[in-house]
């Protein structure tokens, strides 16, 4: 339904760079909405079970992208019941939307097939960044096997795009990585307090005595 609320006629734009830049700002508004979408649909906390809202948001965005004949597969990974706030999930939410959409756009040209993977989980409880302060630290990583990006220096993108998900990691005060293997793999890490964590455990277990 949110879907057809915000789209438009895509069809109507001739420019290229035009439609490419429209679409991008339409993926961005429908990662967010999609975050209200499964709130209000939730516990009524303000919190988001996120591996249920990125299985939803990568669908929309392989239906969004035209690759003719290529033929993408998608393997995801994601640790389930992991509720995050909103000042996590929005940034996380929006990371996955750049790094995945950018995958279908650039990482398979003049190839037949291909794979995005998606892994979420949690790491360990350990000092992170902020040695005063403990929580839990999650990685997310999303990779494909393309045609994989020259040697960039990720603090310093021309990409709006990238400069935006180095913005969200920074925002979310996490760690970026990037490697080149056999294709393209950005590594984040990020932590949730311990205050935080006692929500999810709250949430955790209301959902699982369903």
Do not use: W
């Amino acid at each position: 339904m949110i879907f057809r609320l915000i789209s438009l006629k895509t069809e109507d734009i001739k420019d290229l760079e035009v439609l490419s830049a429209f679409r991008e700002s339409q993926d961005r508004v429908i990662s967010m909405a999609l975050i209200h979408e499964e709130l209000y649909r939730g516990s009524g906390f303000e919190t988001l079970n996120f591996s249920p809202y990125i299985q939803e948001l990568t669908e929309n965005l392989f239906n969004t992208y035209s690759l003719g004949d290529t033929r993408i597969t998608l393997s995801m990974d994601l640790e389930e019941d992991l509720f995050f706030n909103m000042d996590t999930a929005v940034p996380l939410g929006m990371i996955v939307n750049e790094l995945v959409s950018n995958s279908l756009k650039h990482a398979f040209g003049g190839r037949d097939k291909g794979e995005i993977c998606i892994q979420l989980y949690r790491e360990k409880l350990t000092k992170f960044k902020s040695e005063e302060s403990e929580g839990t630290v999650f990685v997310l990583k999303i990779s494909d096997n393309g045609l994989g990006i020259p040697e960039i220096d990720v603090e310093n993108l021309d990409s709006l795009g990238m400069q935006l998900v180095t913005s969200l990691v920074d925002q979310l005060d996490g760690k970026l990585e990037l490697k080149r293997n056999n294709g393209t793999e950005f590594i984040i890490r990020f932590k949730v307090t311990d205050k935080e964590n006692k929500v999810q455990f709250a949430l955790k277990s209301s959902h699982t005595s369903k």
